[in-house]
């Protein structure tokens, strides 16, 4: 680079005189060879030199640059068990990377492990790790590190990343990097249930709403939970349980005080999305409420709840990550009884037909006053205490149990 500074009107400056001036310029990418790291002033009169310096200039701190952080561990919420990729083209060679995580705070590497190929954790300190990895200039690095604690409560993340030499002399650096992902806060699911058809009218259903919920049948889904983000204004609900269908009559959301107005904007088999039309806030406990179909899926475990807050970034700002187990279902059995006469006071044959289908545990039977259990192996059952006993033969999927009193 050269500047030519000429002087107005030709008005000569006084000898001794300091003479100041102001340059915009930009570094180059690391510091230049020592020989050509200097500056220079020569001070002409026409084509006379009348006087010239050189000084040294600074050092440059060589940048990272194309630098990527993304979360993309299965778990996302807020400190959950993750794992994150890091790329990025360094200017200088270098041996190893140091990382640390500023924002939010509650980063633990401890433990963590790299899935990517020639790299190995080095060693790790809460909310540093430092792993080796073979850097060239100018090419891209892709370091994914698994198996470490995401920060407390979500927000923006801010992270310093520096690489270095063997010999621990520092090449290039990144600090308060805040280009990465947005940590999604953590949406704590502390109760749910489910309440079947029968069960929100148990004076017109006596009997079925006895029963648990069972599948294929109308339910009502409740889950109270917390978030540790807030949850703004136009932000979208998400709930979603891929075997049920979602119904968007009867939605609700609550808090201890007030309904929490929100608009339903689709609703289908396995999800539905309501948009607030109110705050959500960190220290409340909100209710939500769905109706549902529940699915032909008998365990928990095979109906995982999502509950999820998007406030348009890639990233949930609030999520439970699907970790909320769904609720246990009972299947519904065909159960025939049937007497060839039915006087008053009088001693009967009749036949009792359950149908088991796939289920592989014991069947029992209940009336008001007396039970029966009957295993599929045993042939004699016995009904209640007075032994008296019920022949179990098998016809194919049915079974016929037949009463000698």
């Known amino acids: 680079m050269r500047i030519e500074v000429a002087l107005e009107n030709n008005k000569p400056i006084p000898e001794m005189r300091l003479i100041k001036f102001r340059v915009d310029t930009e570094n180059p990418a690391k510091t230049p060879h020592i020989m050509l790291n200097f500056w220079t002033i020569t001070h002409t009169s026409g084509s006379t030199i009348r006087s010239s310096a050189a000084a040294?200039?600074?050092?440059?701190v060589p940048q990272l640059y194309n630098i990527s952080i993304f979360l993309v561990g299965r778990l996302k919420a807020a400190s959950a068990q993750s794992s994150i990729a890091v790329s990025f083209a360094p200017v200088n060679d270098a041996d190893e990377l140091t990382m640390s995580a500023l924002l939010p705070t509650g980063f633990d590497f401890t433990g963590a492990i790299t899935s990517s190929v020639g790299h190995e954790v080095i060693a790790t300190s809460l909310e540093t790790i430092r792993v080796r990895a073979s850097m060239y200039a100018n090419t891209k690095v892709d370091i994914r590190i698994e198996n470490f604690k995401l920060g407390q409560l979500g927000g923006p993340t801010q992270f310093n990343l520096v690489t270095k030499l063997n010999n621990g002399k520092q090449m290039d650096e990144a600090l308060r990097y805040r280009g990465g992902f947005r940590l999604p806060g953590?949406?704590?699911?502390?109760a749910q249930r489910l309440?079947?058809?029968y069960q929100m009218d148990p004076q017109q259903y006596p009997i079925a709403s006895l029963w648990e919920a069972r599948m294929?049948?109308?339910a009502r889904?409740?889950?109270?939970f917390t978030v540790t983000m807030p949850g703004k204004v136009g932000d979208m609900l998400k709930l979603r349980s891929?075997?049920?269908?979602?119904?968007?009559?009867?939605?609700t959301i609550r808090s201890p005080k007030e309904v929490v107005t929100a608009e339903i904007i689709s609703f289908s088999v396995g999800e539905l999305v309501a948009r607030l039309a109110a705050m959500l806030y960190t220290d409340t406990v909100y209710t939500v409420t769905v109706n549902v179909l529940t699915p032909?899926?008998?365990l928990p475990t095979d109906s995982m709840w999502a509950v999820e807050i998007f406030d348009g970034n890639a990233l949930a700002s609030n999520t439970n990550d699907a970790q909320t187990v769904g609720f246990r279902l009972v299947d519904i059995l065909t159960l025939r009884v049937q007497a060839n006469r039915a006087p008053p006071r009088a001693e009967i044959q009749a036949e009792v037909i359950?149908?088991?289908?796939?289920?592989?545990?014991?069947i029992v039977i209940t009336d008001r006053s007396s039970w029966l259990q009957f295993y599929r192996e045993l042939p004699v059952l016995w009904w209640g205490e007075q032994r008296n006993y019920f022949m179990l033969t098998n016809r194919g999927y049915w079974w016929s149990c037949s009463s000698s009193t």
């Open 186 to 190: 953590h949406l704590r699911v502390q």
């Open 216 to 218: 294929g049948e109308p």
């Open 296 to 298: 032909l899926v008998p």
């Open 242 to 251: 891929t075997p049920y269908t979602l119904y968007g009559q009867g939605f």
């Open 195 to 197: 309440t079947s058809v």
């Open 221 to 224: 889904a409740e889950f109270e």
């Open 354 to 362: 359950v149908d088991p289908k796939k289920l592989e545990t014991d």
């Open 56 to 60: 040294l200039s600074w050092d440059v």
